[in-house]
């Protein structure tokens, strides 16, 4: 392989004009020859700089709405050529192409015309063809030519051909191919996703996962793992859109842990009543609603102030200056909320490693999306569990029914347990949570561990009974036996909502009859793993 190349020309075709003028510039100041394409022709020529239009190069017109420009011989010629392979050379001489030493090409906006809502027609019409088909000819042909797919490397290769004397190095030329491959792979994962989508095709023959490096991460879960954070096509509100304002940066966990805490309190309608979720190792450990955002803090603090210490806070409105002064009492990790005052914002400065983000808005609950984890040799992928309770239709299965507030916080109840490691039990009472059992591998530990949360927490705050007296419960599956639900009416709850489905419903609902506890079924479960 060569080391170094002079470039002597250059093809430019980009969507995205930013920076393209100056990028121009800079090349023909180190004596390239531009050629181009449409409206980056156009462009370049009304910057009062020389460019050859590809037509020319090829000798046919851009036609078809320009489907089909680039996808000629001399184009491709000039990009795949090995420059020391005789019988290569002798081909361009005898058909006249001319070598291409540098490609820029960014491919047709396909994600962001699916992120705006666009029809099906205009979202096929922004597939690009003659781009990526440029991009990884160049890119295999990296020993000869270097591909740039992105305006943030123009300075980058503008520094090599002032370094080199107007060449490159394969070492960047090889860097710039790898970059080229997973652009081109992370936008046809995106078009193969979407027509998924659209094909209401739960499962592909294939399926590819693509997305663009947000920040190299300085360690995993574990120091000693590597780790790196990427924004994927869809453009959720939420931690991967938001505008950190302070703080230091964020690791692996507090990212992962900031997700589970906006999606969880996205749940609760800002319109409706201010909502806070504080979240310690991606599970809730204090949920609430209330009249404003420092009332549903104080609830939501209340409920395990021990692991709330270094924990995340989600909010569901716009962070204000009580909120602001509330959270910023014990230490605390990140704050994610819509947007903040000025005042607000002052108040978190004071915290210099505290991390405030602000999402510009909260993800839709019921809005389709896919998860992925991965598995040994694979992939497993589903839907978004996008089911929400306020659209299910709860069935009253015992003799007494829940009273309308016992209902009120059911649903409540039922929102937070959609959030919760399961196995999963969640006591509430006046919309927030007190107590939640989390991650067990049976139903009664939950039960019991929720319980004894709660007991604690009365201690804590010298209460005469934990809250779990008068509260309602509710579990993310069915409960197997009556032992779960005996544990959850022995610490006081009154009120049960559940999936139903066991073989042991009929003895479970007895046990609720037996004792007085109202119970509703769901038929939907919330397992989350």
């Given at each position: 392989?060569?080391?170094l190349?002079?470039?002597?020309?250059?093809l430019?075709?980009?969507?995205?004009?930013?920076?393209?003028?100056e990028?121009a510039?800079?090349?023909a100041?180190?004596g390239?020859?531009?050629?181009?394409?449409?409206?980056?022709?156009?462009?370049i020529?009304?910057?009062?700089?020389?460019?050859i239009?590809?037509?020319?190069?090829?000798?046919?017109?851009?036609?078809?709405?320009?489907?089909?420009k680039?996808?000629?011989?001399?184009?491709h010629g000039?990009?795949?050529?090995?420059?020391?392979?005789k019988?290569?050379?002798?081909?361009?001489?005898?058909?006249?192409?001319r070598?291409?030493?540098?490609?820029v090409?960014?491919?047709?906006?396909f994600?962001?015309?699916v992120?705006k809502g666009?029809t099906?027609d205009?979202?096929v019409?922004?597939?690009d063809?003659?781009?990526?088909?440029?991009i990884?000819?160049?890119a295999?042909?990296?020993?000869?030519v270097?591909?740039?797919?992105?305006?943030?490397?123009y300075?980058i290769?503008?520094?090599e051909?002032?370094?080199q004397g107007?060449?490159t190095t394969?070492?960047l030329?090889?860097?710039?191919?790898?970059k080229?491959?997973?652009?081109?792979?992370?936008?046809?994962?995106?078009i193969?996703?979407w027509?998924a989508?659209?094909?209401?095709?739960?499962?592909p023959?294939f399926?590819?996962f693509?997305?663009?490096l947000?920040?190299?991460l300085r360690?995993?879960?574990?120091?000693?793992q590597?780790a790196?954070?990427?924004?994927a096509p869809?453009?959720?509100?939420?931690v991967?859109?938001a505008?950190q304002?302070?703080?230091?940066?964020l690791?692996?966990n507090?990212i992962?842990d900031t997700?589970?805490?906006?999606?969880?309190?996205?749940?609760?309608?800002?319109?409706?009543t201010?909502?806070v979720v504080i979240?310690?190792?991606?599970n809730?450990c204090?949920?609430?609603?209330?009249?404003?955002?420092?009332e549903?803090?104080?609830?939501?603090?209340?409920?395990?102030?021990t692991?709330?210490?270094g924990?995340?806070?989600?909010?569901n409105?716009t962070?204000?200056a009580?909120a602001?002064?509330?959270?910023?009492e014990?230490f605390t990790?990140v704050i994610i909320?819509?947007?903040?005052?000025d005042?607000a914002?002052g108040?978190?400065?004071?915290k210099?490693?505290l991390?405030?983000?602000?999402a510009?808005?909260?993800p839709?609950p019921?809005?389709?999306?896919?998860?992925?984890k991965?598995?040994?040799g694979?992939l497993?992928?589903q839907?978004?569990?996008?089911?929400t309770?306020?659209?299910?239709?709860l069935r009253?299965?015992?003799?007494?029914?829940?009273?309308a507030?016992?209902l009120?916080?059911?649903?409540f109840?039922?929102r937070?347990?959609?959030?919760?490691k399961s196995?999963t039990i969640v006591y509430?009472?006046?919309?927030?949570?007190?107590g939640?059992?989390?991650g067990?591998?049976?139903?009664?530990?939950?039960?019991?561990?929720a319980?004894?949360?709660?007991?604690d927490?009365?201690?804590?705050?010298?209460?005469?009974?934990?809250?779990?007296?008068?509260?309602?419960?509710?579990?993310d599956a069915?409960f197997?036996?009556?032992?779960?639900l005996?544990?959850?009416?022995?610490?006081?709850?009154?009120?049960v909502i559940q999936?139903?489905?066991?073989v042991?419903?009929?003895e479970?609902?007895?046990?609720?009859?037996?004792?007085?506890?109202?119970?509703?079924?769901?038929?939907?479960r919330?397992?989350r793993h």
């Open positions: 392989m060569t080391e190349r002079r470039v002597t020309r250059a430019l075709s980009v969507s995205d004009k930013t920076g393209l003028i990028f510039r800079g090349l100041g180190h390239v020859e531009l050629v181009s394409t449409g409206g980056t022709a156009k462009a020529k009304d910057a009062g700089l020389p460019v239009d590809v037509s020319e190069l090829t000798g046919f017109p851009e036609m078809m709405d320009g489907r089909v680039t996808l000629h011989p001399k184009v000039g990009l795949l050529a090995i420059r020391d392979n019988e290569h050379a002798a081909a361009m001489a005898a058909h006249g192409i070598p291409i030493d540098l490609l090409v960014n491919l047709y906006p994600e962001a015309t992120a666009a099906y205009d979202c019409e922004n597939i063809i003659g781009g990526p088909a440029m990884r000819a160049a295999k042909n990296h020993d000869d270097a591909v740039v797919v992105e305006p943030e490397d300075a290769l503008l520094a051909l002032s370094a107007g060449a394969l070492a030329r090889k860097k710039l191919a790898a080229a491959y997973a652009r081109t792979a992370s936008y046809d994962a995106a193969s996703n027509f989508k659209e094909l209401d095709d739960p499962a023959s399926r590819a693509g997305g663009k947000a920040e190299a360690y995993g879960e574990n120091p000693h590597s790196a954070f990427y924004r869809e453009m959720r509100p939420g991967a859109t505008r304002v302070q703080g230091k940066q690791s692996y507090n992962n997700d589970a805490a906006y999606e969880c309190v996205a749940e609760f309608d800002p319109k409706r201010a909502a979240i310690k190792h991606a809730p204090g949920v609430a609603e209330g009249g404003n955002l420092v549903a803090y104080a609830k939501a603090l209340a409920c395990d102030s692991s709330a210490f924990g995340i806070v989600a909010l409105r962070l204000d009580e602001a002064r509330a959270i910023t014990i990790e909320a819509p947007d903040a005052t005042e914002i108040i978190v400065a004071g210099k490693n991390r405030l983000l602000l510009g808005g909260l839709d019921r809005a389709y999306g896919l998860t992925v991965s598995v040994a694979g497993l992928v839907s978004r569990d996008n089911a309770v306020d659209e299910m239709q009253t299965v015992t003799k007494r029914a829940p009273t507030a016992e009120d916080d059911l649903r109840a039922f937070v347990a959609k959030h919760v196995n509430t009472r006046d919309r927030a949570t007190v939640i059992g989390a067990q591998m049976s139903r009664i530990d939950a039960a019991r561990i319980a004894r949360k709660a007991e927490a009365a201690k804590e705050l010298k209460l005469a009974a934990p809250l779990t007296k008068g509260s309602v419960v509710a579990s069915f197997p036996f009556a032992d779960g005996l544990v959850a009416i022995e610490a006081g709850a009154t009120a999936p139903g489905g066991s042991k419903d009929n479970v609902i007895k046990a609720a009859d037996d004792h007085g506890v109202a119970m509703v079924f769901t038929g939907t919330h397992f």
